[in-house]
């Protein structure tokens, strides 16, 4: 696609950024986005993504290369749609080894199969004024990040959330701190704010595992189990 063809260039080209005027664009495969990259739109409510992958991210952040190596790209001012695909992530921030310095502004995931919003071994990242919601059977934010410092969390806002991945924020790993996050809108009767932790038949886990969530000035509410798990 013509996308994927200026992601090509921009990381040849030793980071550059991808502007992306208003309008939707169709992804009918993942975009992958490596390090040194900038991907802008015009604005959350002007520039889609609608993506049509299954079983596959349909935005994949990983790291760059050469000067960029272990570095993640920039994303910020759109809206990732998906079409529900089973196992159809928003956003993967990931890498088999680690990346860093991933930056995801003012961003929209709605309408996914899976998860919204995936981070894995990222650090020293920063995630702000990101709505996720309306997944088919995943979490708006999941977050498996081990032995990952220095991630900033700031204004995310979890929306809708379904029986099968019953709350807004899903912590199974690492230290997430989180500033003026809210939600959720509708959800289940099962449902609660966040799950924090590794427990044993929950979400393919087989061992119980610790994690930390810290909240400043957040909004707690419309969860029917309860709060925070």
């Not at 994949?60 to 196992?87: E, H, I």
Request: proline share 3%; glycine share 14%; charged share 10%.
């Amino acid at each position: 696609t013509c996308f994927g063809n200026a992601l090509t260039a921009a990381a040849l080209s030793d980071g550059k950024i991808v502007y992306a005027p208003a309008g939707t664009y169709l992804l009918n495969a993942t975009a992958t986005i490596p390090g040194g990259v900038t991907v802008v739109g015009d604005g959350r409510n002007k520039t889609l993504f609608s993506g049509t992958v299954t079983s596959a991210p349909i935005f994949n952040v990983v790291q760059g290369s050469g000067s960029y190596v272990f570095q993640g790209p920039t994303l910020r001012d759109l809206r990732v749609v998906g079409n529900g695909g089973s196992g159809q992530i928003g956003i993967n921030v990931d890498d088999a080894t680690y990346v860093y310095g991933v930056e995801i502004t003012n961003v929209d995931i709605t309408g996914t199969g899976s998860h919204g919003l995936y981070i894995g071994n990222a650090f020293s990242s920063r995630f702000i004024n990101i709505n996720s919601g309306s997944s088919t059977t995943g979490y708006p934010f999941y977050i498996y990040s081990a032995n990952m410092p220095g991630n900033y969390f700031e204004s995310l806002y979890a929306g809708n959330v379904n029986v099968t991945s019953p709350a807004g924020f899903r912590i199974r790993r690492g230290r997430v701190y989180c500033v003026s996050c809210n939600g959720i809108n509708s959800s289940s009767s099962n449902s609660w704010w966040a799950i924090v932790g590794d427990k044993v038949g929950v979400d393919g886990s087989v061992a119980a595992q610790s994690a930390y969530f810290q909240c400043t000035n957040c909004n707690v509410e419309s969860s029917r189990a309860g709060g925070i798990l």
